[in-house]
């Protein structure tokens, strides 16, 4: 069963930092989960929400606004390029483009990375323009419940890797879709009994907030 960090490992550091990201690989994550957005001028960047919150508590739009400004409100912001710099192929990477992100810029940084990375959304047609854009390359679906849209999906982009909320799955469950061939991740775990547990009926990966808790896996 894989462990994978979950931006970074957000539950010891700032999520989608590179201090969070120094932490998933201190805790020897089997790989880890970033979130992917584009600033108005083209820059992707570590972010999963759609603003950004400054400390003055004044909400950001990425699209709306340059790197530059984003980061001066936020000093410890890391570019997709930093990220995939500071990781260096020391630990595969599962990048989540999220919805209505812009793709062009991130399949131009992904385009001269080397190191072994997939590619994920929980958005469709996101995920059908990175398969277009970069056939070659592994693809996830994050599908939160159904697992007949899952497998939709999964056939559309080519792939057996699935992520799927944790929150609807269950023992029967995980052991059919391993039955078909699918590689199961379950987000967002941080129980490792359960973890455990489901791992004997087939469970492929986790995805959680704190790799630290485990480490003996």
Known sequence: MKIIGHRGA????????????????????????????VTKDGVPILQHDTKLADQS????????????SLKARKSDLATLAEALEFINGRVPIYVEVKKKVYIAPVVEVLSKYKHPFMLAS?????????????????????????????AYRAKQVDTNLL??????????????TNH????????????????????KHGLA????????????H
């Open 10 to 37: 957000r539950g010891l550091a700032p999520e989608n930092t590179l201090v969070s990201l120094k932490k998933a690989i201190e805790h020897k994550a089997d790989q880890i989960e970033i979130d992917v957005r």
């Open 57 to 68: 508590g004044n909400n950001l739009s990425i699209a709306g606004h340059t790197y530059e």
């Open 122 to 150: 929980k958005s469709q047609k996101t995920l059908l323009e990175l398969h277009q854009a970069m056939p070659k390359i592994a693809k996830l679906v994050i599908e939160p419940w159904s697992g007949v849209r899952a």
């Open 163 to 176: 992520a799927m909320n944790q929150l609807f799955l269950w023992s029967g469950f995980i052991s059919a």
């Open 180 to 199: 078909r061939s699918y590689d199961l991740y379950a987000y967002t775990l941080n129980d490792p009994r359960k973890a455990r547990r489901w791992a």
């Open 205 to 216: 990966g986790v995805i959680t907030d704190f790799p630290d808790r485990f480490v003996n």
